[in-house]
């Protein structure tokens, strides 16, 4: 079996059927992974042939890096090239993701100086019982800013049946969405979704910072703490009850543990259904009964 066949198999094995062949020319490619939005390039691979053949290969949208072989190197001069080559598609990798990183900073900022300030009466926040406080609205699509150390580097859509969608190739790890202003010795609160930071924002009073998914509380944290060394940070987490291993619950404990913060998660009473999982659904649900 050639190398090139053999790469895409592996390349199958991960991310679903390919009715193409990979080029083996040592630079970055990109290719729509099966199950993606059509037209969208969130996968990429690198192939080299000469010496051993290898590669890596992965998507941005859902992280991770894979590495390929031929075979095993046979002494220390092959494992070294082997080696280099590794190294020099990681290069590639991330230079490519840096200028996708920006071309979406550059095109989030276009977005948000031609949108208005967001109609109050957009269906997602009438769903969910929000003020607007600094969305803003283009079209049907709210927006949401995501900033990174003070720059909005990309948004995310939010369209009148919830569905929602950050920029392709928009930076989102570190990057959080701001409500109200952190000052020091004051509480300040880290969750995940939107919503959920404009409830415990309209409820509290203190600022918030909405980390977009669970995933990226522990860096949001990391970064909150290093910019706001005064503020008492306290991770607000999601309780995803119906899922299997609770990701919002685990998350959440996971970074207050490691960040050496306060916790709290939705004070459950025992009456509502299974299908609540954070702030928002719980003061939903209450608001409802009355």
Same mark, same amino acid.
């Given at each position: 079996?050639?190398?090139?066949?053999?790469?895409?198999?592996?390349?199958?094995?991960?991310?679903?059927?390919?009715?193409?062949?990979?080029?083996?020319?040592?630079?970055?490619?990109?290719? #729509?992974?099966?199950?993606?939005?059509?037209?969208? !390039?969130? /996968?990429?691979?690198? +192939?080299?042939?000469?010496?051993?053949?290898?590669?890596?290969? /992965? !998507?941005?949208?859902?992280?991770?890096?894979? #590495?390929?072989?031929?075979?095993?190197?046979?002494? $220390?001069?092959?494992?070294?090239?082997?080696?280099?080559?590794?190294?020099?598609?990681?290069?590639? =990798?991330?230079?490519?993701?840096?200028?996708?990183?920006?071309?979406?900073?550059?095109?989030?900022?276009?977005?948000?100086?031609? $949108?208005?300030?967001?109609?109050?009466?957009?269906?997602?926040?009438?769903?969910?019982?929000? =003020?607007?406080?600094? +969305?803003?609205?283009?079209?049907?699509?709210?927006?949401?800013?995501?900033?990174?150390?003070?720059?909005?580097?990309?948004?995310?859509?939010?369209?009148?049946? /919830?569905?929602?969608?950050?920029?392709?190739?928009?930076?989102?790890?570190?990057?959080?969405?701001? @409500?109200? +202003?952190?000052?020091?010795?004051?509480?300040?609160? *880290?969750?995940?979704?939107? $919503?959920?930071?404009?409830?415990?924002?309209? !409820?509290?009073?203190?600022?918030?910072?909405?980390?977009?998914?669970?995933?990226?509380?522990?860096?949001?944290?990391?970064? *909150?703490?290093? #910019?706001?060394?005064?503020?008492?940070?306290?991770?607000?987490?999601?309780?995803?009850?119906?899922?299997?291993?609770?990701?919002?619950?685990?998350?959440?404990?996971? $970074?207050?543990?490691?960040?050496?913060?306060?916790?709290?998660?939705?004070?459950?009473?025992?009456?509502?259904? @299974?299908?609540? #999982?954070?702030?928002?659904?719980?003061?939903?649900?209450?608001?409802?009964?009355?």
């Amino acid at each position: 079996m050639d190398c090139v066949t053999a790469f895409r198999d592996a390349l199958q094995s991960v991310c679903g059927p390919l009715d193409w062949l990979p080029e083996a020319d040592g630079c970055i490619h990109r290719f #729509t992974v099966p199950g993606d939005r059509p037209g969208s !390039s969130n /996968g990429w691979y690198v +192939l080299f042939a000469d010496g051993i053949a290898s590669g890596s290969f /992965g !998507s941005w949208k859902t992280g991770g890096c894979h #590495t390929w072989s031929s075979r095993e190197p046979a002494d $220390a001069r092959e494992a070294e090239h082997l080696r280099q080559q590794m190294e020099q598609a990681r290069r590639q =990798r991330e230079a490519d993701k840096h200028l996708r990183q920006q071309a979406a900073a550059k095109y989030a900022r276009k977005l948000w100086r031609d $949108a208005r300030r967001a109609d109050p009466g957009h269906p997602y926040l009438t769903a969910k019982g929000c =003020r607007p406080y600094n +969305l803003r609205q283009l079209a049907d699509a709210l927006l949401v800013p995501l900033t990174h150390n003070g720059e909005l580097v990309n948004v995310q859509r939010i369209h009148p049946d /919830g569905s929602k969608r950050f920029l392709s190739g928009g930076r989102v790890k570190g990057c959080c969405s701001p @409500l109200g +202003l952190i000052q020091a010795g004051q509480p300040l609160y *880290l969750c995940e979704g939107w $919503a959920t930071g404009a409830t415990l924002h309209q !409820s509290t009073g203190h600022p918030v910072a909405c980390a977009m998914n669970a995933g990226n509380l522990l860096s949001v944290g990391q970064q *909150l703490q290093r #910019t706001y060394p005064d503020a008492l940070l306290i991770v607000a987490g999601d309780d995803d009850r119906q899922t299997e291993g609770n990701p919002g619950k685990t998350a959440a404990i996971t $970074a207050a543990a490691t960040l050496g913060c306060g916790l709290i998660l939705p004070p459950w009473c025992g009456d509502e259904p @299974l299908t609540l #999982t954070d702030f928002n659904d719980l003061r939903q649900w209450q608001e409802g009964k009355q």
